[in-house]
């Protein structure tokens, strides 16, 4: 159960949660370039395209969060038979803390948004998509697998971008299924029939979407109000949460309670994507028995932390414990992130011009010699990642009586250097699956690696990264170290 009185025990119990999430799954693909000069051919600038990225979008982008945030999520969708849905199925199938369910139909079209960004701006959006709705047969089948899912679930959660999956007699039936089981539901509503959504826990529009449902301008706070307590008593909703962009976020609760909430974020960067953030988070505490005061106001927090990030960015406990600015949580501690939080970090921190550095490796017992190996690789690039093994990847490497310290130890050794930006624990026995997801400008290993056996070292250089092989500080090593110690 959530503590309200305990933001550190609140976003720890996030993990926990479980939630079956139906709804529109789209492929969101970033295009990163430079501008340098206007067309011949037309008043329009010329994009040189230097990278491009593909993150999950719609209801893929609420499982992401829950997934930084620690929960696992069962992911309900309809895809179409085409390069897109198959690029998304990859993409979610390489997710333990997913469980996939997406119903393939011949001749639809998988939705794609394609985003051209120059300068940290965007230039241009291009979309290809359907809104058809989804065949009888499907709907029956995704509601069959949600009636399945749901005794494992702790919440539901339903996104409707209006591409054809959420229809009216399915959206109902299953919210007539999650409140027969006792689960909240959480709706990110679209278009103007908020009735659809009947008996939902709480729905979660922006104020556009608020003010197209409610046939009102809404200008004031208690316009926004007005509306929400409308539509709340027009159709049976627990609670409408208004997320309203710079000025935060607008509570409002059946029995007539209301909360206004600041917006928490330092930094606008980027609000795409905020609202499913804000989606999942919001479920994953009320699924853990959260209060909807209590579940808001993280949400609120989670929102702040997305729109600071670039593209449909994925927001981990380790920057909502930041955002809170929790007491008992060091800077150091903050540093450790699994690999989906450090994915969005390495996004953000490209869209503002910065290299990333990568190295890995055991770390037990750091010495003098891993400290210079650090500062080299930082000096390399503007942030650095380290790729940590995990307790079971160093005995594989080292031997049963191996590591000395467990990898929470090690990892929070690291993290205090301020070389060093990120760790990111891995359990296989190499950083091949970081270094594909990261995609680093810079790798680097210290002079005791040949160039040839640097593990990574031909993906880097393949999509035009550097490989460094850093000089070793003479007479320190962890395994001497030991040999020592035990003599």
């Known amino acids: 159960m959530v503590d309200p009185s305990s933001p550190v025990a609140s ?7 479980r939630a079956a999430c139906v709804g529109d799954l789209m ?5 990163y370039g430079r501008v340098e000069r206007t067309s011949p051919e037309a008043p329009v600038p010329v994009l040189r395209t230097e990278r491009d990225v593909d993150m999950l979008g719609g209801v893929g982008n609420v499982v992401r969060n829950l997934v930084s945030l620690g929960a696992r999520a ?11 849905g198959r690029r998304l199925n990859g993409m979610i199938g390489r997710e333990e803390q997913i469980e996939l369910h997406l119903l393939v139909e011949r001749g639809r079209i998988s939705t794609e948004k394609t985003r051209f960004v120059a300068g940290g701006q965007q230039l241009l959006r291009a979309d290809s998509e359907t809104t058809e709705a989804i065949a009888p047969g499907s709907a029956e089948r995704l509601l069959g697998l949600a009636r399945e899912a749901l005794p494992g679930c702790d919440a539901v959660v339903l996104s409707d971008y209006g591409k054809g999956v959420l229809g009216a007699d399915l959206t109902q039936r299953l919210i007539e299924t999650a409140r027969s089981g006792g689960r909240p539901v959480v709706v990110d509503p679209q278009g103007p029939d908020f009735g659809r959504y009947a008996g939902a826990t709480v729905l979660t529009p922006n104020l556009a979407e608020l003010g197209v449902a409610a046939g009102a301008r809404l200008e004031t706070d208690d316009a926004i109000v007005d509306a929400c307590r409308r539509l709340i008593a027009r159709h049976d909703a627990g609670a409408i949460l208004v997320t309203r962009s710079r000025d935060g976020m607008t509570l409002v609760s059946a029995d007539g309670c209301v909360d206004q909430l600041k917006t928490e974020a330092r930094e606008v960067f980027d609000v795409s994507g905020a609202g499913d953030t804000v989606v999942a988070t919001l479920a994953a505490a009320l699924g853990q028995g959260a209060d909807l005061n209590s579940a808001a106001r993280l949400a609120n927090a989670a929102a702040g932390v997305a729109v600071g990030k670039a593209g449909t960015a994925a927001v981990s406990t380790a920057d909502l414990l930041r955002a809170v600015r929790a007491g008992d949580l060091s800077a150091s501690e903050a540093k450790i992130v699994p690999l989906a939080a450090a994915v969005d970090a390495v996004a953000g921190w490209r869209a503002r011009g910065q290299r990333v550095g990568f190295t890995n490796g055991c770390f037990d017992l750091l010495h003098p010699g891993h400290v210079s190996l ?8 503007d942030r650095l990642i380290v790729g940590l093994n995990s307790d079971g990847s160093v005995r594989r490497l080292k031997g ?9 130890a090690r990892a929070q050794v690291l993290a205090s250097l301020e070389t060093v930006d990120l760790v990111v624990i891995f359990a296989e026995d190499t950083p091949v699956k970081l270094i594909e997801a990261l995609r680093p400008d810079c790798l680097v290993k210290g002079s005791d690696y040949a160039m040839g056996t640097v593990v990574g070292a031909d993906i880097v250089r393949g999509y035009g990264g550097s490989v460094l092989i850093a000089e070793n500080e003479p007479g320190y090593s962890t395994s001497s170290t030991i040999r020592r110690l035990r003599g």
């Open 27 to 31: 492929l969101d693909r970033f295009v």
């Open 374 to 381: 650090l500062r080299q690789a930082r000096r390399a690039a």
């Open 400 to 408: 049963a009586d191996r590591p000395v310290h467990r990898a929470a």
């Open 74 to 84: 069962t992911l309900l969708s309809v895809i179409g038979d085409d390069k897109v």
């Open 11 to 17: 976003i720890d119990s996030l993990g926990k949660s």
